[in-house]
């Protein structure tokens, strides 16, 4: 009777011997760049032990086609990759894969048919990992993407559960800055106008909001929702001016939102700062040159999409990144002066 011939050991169970992932004992078994000394050395061990052969043609088409990242938005809108917040975050996110040979891949996910798509690039092993951004409430592509295996880096903590690997910003104690600042200048009838509050981002700017009104005694119930874009902004002031004509500042959960509240207020006779004080929050190159220079809390949004960037390359080369909560900070501008004091212009 014929002996059967030894099986031989495939990938995966280098893989699962090294302690790495799949993506990971490719990249160290076809030397790319960017693997660290700790997984090439696992990698090699776990060879050695299994005798494992890698199949020639697979390398050669290994060594031959670029490897990809997914960078996956939880929305519907391709204009989205055109607004300034997510345009600085690809700026990031591009910087950080340039000493790589990862390809940049941008995917639209909030339909079934978005989802779809990223699942299927993801199964096909096209992709070695995945960024998520803009995730709403309990979000069907978070769950998907748990249920593939890949290394997965999430942007922006999502409102329920808190996955392994995430980079946020201070939302919640920017928000706080903002509103104190208001109260310093003596600004006493304030309102917010919030971002979408199935959003992590923008429930925790609205917290932050409410808890400074609260610890200043004053009334935090002066609120419009938005959902991050200009004309929400302009249309949730009109509300906010016809529900509360006496209010002596506003505080817009995005600088987008906050140029609409410029916009509204102008058209209302309402002059800024001298009636209404305006502060938004982002930062973005939009806020230097609104009329007036809007006030704004700063997040380091290049180095958000930086910093997911690299989480992710960490985990693709089997290493166990440290999530990251970057901080926030207060620019000062025209739309809501500190007097005496300098501004940033």
Not at 1 to 11: K, Y
Not at 181 to 207: V, Y
Not at 265 to 291: E, M, Q
Request: glycine content about 8%.
């Amino acid at each position: 009777m014929a002996t059967q011939p030894a099986r031989r050991p495939t990938l995966d169970e280098v893989a699962l011997r090294a302690g790495v992932s799949r993506s990971a004992a490719s990249r160290a078994i076809n030397n790319a760049r960017h693997v660290s000394r700790a997984t090439r050395e696992a990698v090699e061990h776990a060879i050695q032990e299994l005798g494992y052969v890698p199949n020639p043609s697979a390398r050669a088409l290994a060594t031959q086609q670029a490897t990809a990242v997914i960078l996956a938005v939880s929305h519907d809108d391709p204009a989205l990759f055109a607004d300034p917040f997510f345009a600085q975050v690809i700026v990031g996110v591009s910087a950080a894969l340039e000493t790589t040979d990862l390809v940049l891949m941008l995917a639209l996910a909030s339909s079934s048919r978005g989802r779809e798509r990223v699942q299927r690039v993801l199964r096909s092993r096209r992709a070695d990992g995945v960024m998520l951004m803009a995730l709403r409430g309990d979000d069907p592509l978070y769950h998907l993407t748990e249920q593939l295996g890949l290394p997965v880096v999430v942007g922006g903590r999502p409102l329920h559960g808190e996955p392994e690997w995430y980079v946020d910003a201070d939302n919640r104690g920017g928000a706080r800055l903002a509103t104190e600042h208001l109260i310093a200048i003596g600004r006493r009838r304030i309102a917010t106008i919030t971002g979408q509050l199935d959003t992590r981002a923008g429930a925790d700017r609205l917290r932050g909001f409410q808890e400074a009104m609260a610890v200043a005694g004053l009334d935090h119930t002066r609120a419009e929702h938005g959902d991050f874009t200009e004309d929400s902004g302009a249309e949730a002031t009109a509300r906010l001016l016809a529900a509360h004509p006496d209010l002596d500042a506003v505080f817009a959960a995005s600088d987008n939102m906050a140029a609409g509240v410029l916009r509204a207020l102008k058209a209302h006779g309402r002059s800024v700062p001298a009636d209404v004080a305006v502060v938004g929050f982002d930062d973005l190159p939009i806020a230097r040159h609104t009329d007036p220079p809007l006030a704004s809390v700063n997040q380091p949004i290049q180095a958000f999409g930086q910093e997911m960037a690299k989480m992710l390359i960490s985990l693709i080369n089997g290493e166990r990144p440290t999530s990251l909560i970057l901080p926030t900070r207060l620019t000062i501008r025209e739309s809501a002066p500190m007097p005496g004091e300098p501004r940033d212009g």
